[in-house]
Nanobody
Framework: QVQVVESGGGLVQAGGSLRLSCTVSGLTFDDYAMSWFRQAPGKEREGVSCVVWHGGTTYYADSVKGRFTISRDNTKNTLFLQMNNLEPEDTAMYYC??????????????????????WGRGTQVTVSS
């Protein structure tokens, strides 16, 4: 059984930093690209970032480029999201997801049916102004 568990969320002031972690079990972690999504109340789920299976290529939503950094440690089956210079608009539940393929491609931010094989329950990030 695949398990995806996020951690590291919390309350931070604008301009602050947080580091999210996501530990995956029950699948061969380095076979798959991994992504972070977020969803704020009343808004659609948004793709934040994706990293390919080997960690060497990354993709970001325009809204987080230059502030967030995605990375992975395949020896520990763990995905990370370093979030710097946080803004109130970053407030959301953040989800980790295992992609169906090893590369992110150009449609990684589409979370429609069948595109991601496993999801975590999320970790809340709240940024105060």
């Amino acid at each position: 059984q695949v398990q995806v568990v996020e951690s590291g969320g919390g309350l931070v002031q604008a301009g602050g930093s947080l580091r999210l972690s996501c530990t995956v079990s029950g699948l061969t972690f380095d076979d798959y690209a991994m992504s972070w999504f977020r969803q704020a109340p009343g808004k659609e789920r948004e793709g934040v970032s994706c990293v390919v299976w080997h960690g060497g290529t990354t993709y970001y939503a325009d809204s987080v480029k230059g502030r967030f950094t995605i990375s992975r440690d395949n020896t520990k089956n763990t995905l990370f999201l370093q979030m710097n210079n946080l803004e109130p608009e970053d407030t959301a539940m953040y989800y980790c997801a295992a992609y169906t393929w090893s590369d992110c491609g150009y449609s990684w931010s589409n979370s429609g049916p069948g595109r991601y094989r496993a999801w975590g329950r999320g970790t809340q990030v709240t940024v105060s102004s």
